[in-house]
C-alpha cells in the first residue's frame, strides 16, 4: 500500500510509533472488521457486526445507499452524521446491553421461554402483516437491510428488558400530590367541553415593555399598528397580534388566566409568561366549565402513571450503568 511504502523511510526512531498504529492502516477483512470491539459492558463485547446488524442502524444505512450509492462513505458530510448516529446506537445497546445483564444476574426471565415468546412475536408480526407468508415478511427485512437473525436477536433483547422494567416499575405509583399538581398546572384541559376564544397579543422581552406598551395602548394608539411594531411573536406580529380563535388549553396558562378575567374588547396589563410579557387584547370567547379535581383524578392518575414509571426505570438504569465497567471512548476508532 502507499501509505505503508511511505512508512518505510521512516528513520529508525519511528520503529515503535509505527508497531502501534501500523495495523490500522492495513486493509481489514469483512470478518475481522465485523469482529473488532465497539464497546464492551463489564465482561462482554458489543462488535462492529452487531452494531452494523442492529436494525435502526441498517435500515439507515440502506436509506443511505439507495440516496447517496455504495461510495456514500465519500461525503464527508454524510460520513460525519452516520458516525454521531454509530454512536448515538452504540450508547442504546450499551444500555440495553447492561439491562440485559443485570436480568440475567437476578434471574428475573427464562432465556428458554424468551425464545418461546420471540417465536410468538415474529410469527403474530407476520400473520398480522403479511397475511402468514414468511417469505414475504423476510422480503422486507432484506429490503431495509435488516436480516432475519439480526431481526429476531433485536425482537428477543426488546423482550428480555420489558421484563426487566417490569420488576422494576411493578410497584410505582403516582401519588395524590403528583396527580393535584397536574391538575392545576394543566387546568384548562379539563374543561366540561372544548371551549375557545379569539385573542390577540403583543410580546415583548421585559416587564418595562410590556408597561411602555401598555401606556401607548391606553393613550389611544392601535393595537395591531403597536404588534407590527414591537411584537417578538414572528408568528402573529404580521397579523397585528391576532392569535385567531385557539382552545383554552391550547395556550400557556398564565395566558389564558388572563383571558379568564377579561371582558370582550379589554387589554390586560403586563402578563409574564415562559415566552416574555404578553399584553393580550380579548377579542371574544366563549363560557368556561371546568370539571371538578374529584371527577378527574383518577383518570390523570392513570394519564401521568406511564411517565411516573419511565422516571423510575430511567434513575434505575442510570444507577446501573454507574456501577458496570462500560469502555467506548477506546474503541470509537471502530465505529466505522
Not at 443485570?102 to 426471565?109: A, C, M, V
Not at 393580550?280 to 411516573?308: A, C, H
Request: net charge positive; glycine share 6%.
Amino acid at each position: 500500500m502507499k501509505n505503508i511504502r511511505k512508512l518505510i523511510t521512516v528513520s529508525i526512531v519511528g520503529i515503535f510509533a509505527m508497531s502501534t498504529v501500523g495495523c490500522t492502516m492495513i486493509e481489514k477483512t469483512p470478518e475481522a472488521i465485523n469482529k473488532s470491539i465497539v464497546a464492551k459492558v463489564n465482561n462482554e463485547n458489543i462488535t462492529r457486526g452487531e452494531l452494523d446488524s442492529y436494525p435502526l442502524l441498517a435500515e439507515q444505512i440502506t436509506q443511505i445507499k439507495q440516496q447517496y450509492g455504495e461510495n456514500y462513505l465519500n461525503n464527508q458530510d454524510i460520513k460525519s452524521q452516520l458516525l454521531d448516529f454509530k454512536k448515538q446506537v452504540v450508547d442504546q445497546m450499551v444500555s440495553e446491553k447492561v439491562i440485559v445483564q443485570h436480568g440475567k444476574d437476578q434471574k428475573l426471565f427464562d432465556e428458554a421461554k424468551i425464545n418461546e415468546e420471540t417465536d410468538k412475536t415474529i410469527n403474530d408480526i407476520i400473520k398480522q402483516n403479511f397475511g402468514g407468508d414468511k417469505n414475504k415478511f423476510v422480503e422486507q427485512l432484506k429490503a431495509s437491510g435488516i436480516s432475519e437473525e439480526s431481526f429476531k436477536d433485536y425482537s428477543k433483547t426488546q423482550l428480555m428488558i420489558s421484563k426487566v422494567r417490569d420488576s422494576v416499575v411493578k410497584d410505582i405509583k403516582v401519588n395524590d400530590a403528583a396527580v393535584k399538581k397536574e391538575y392545576d398546572d394543566n387546568i384548562y384541559k379539563y374543561l366540561e367541553k372544548p371551549s375557545k376564544f379569539h385573542a390577540a397579543h403583543i410580546l415583548v422581552k421585559t416587564e418595562d415593555e410590556a408597561k411602555k406598551v401598555k401606556e401607548r395602548l391606553d393613550k389611544g394608539e392601535d393595537f395591531g399598528k403597536v404588534a407590527k411594531e414591537v411584537s417578538t411573536d414572528t408568528g402573529s406580529k404580521d397579523n397585528g397580534g391576532d392569535l385567531g380563535t385557539v382552545e383554552y388549553s391550547q395556550l400557556v396558562k398564565p395566558f389564558v388566566d388572563a383571558v379568564v378575567k377579561l371582558n370582550p374588547g379589554q387589554i390586560s396589563g403586563p402578563v409574564k409568561s415562559e415566552y416574555g410579557y404578553h399584553i393580550i387584547k380579548l377579542i371574544s370567547k366563549e363560557p368556561i366549565s371546568i370539571k371538578s379535581f374529584d371527577s378527574v383524578k383518577e383518570q390523570i392518575r392513570k394519564d401521568l402513571l406511564p411517565k411516573e414509571q419511565q422516571t423510575a426505570f430511567n434513575s434505575k438504569l442510570d444507577q446501573w450503568k454507574k456501577e458496570a465497567k462500560i469502555e467506548t471512548k477506546k474503541y470509537e476508532k471502530n465505529i466505522m
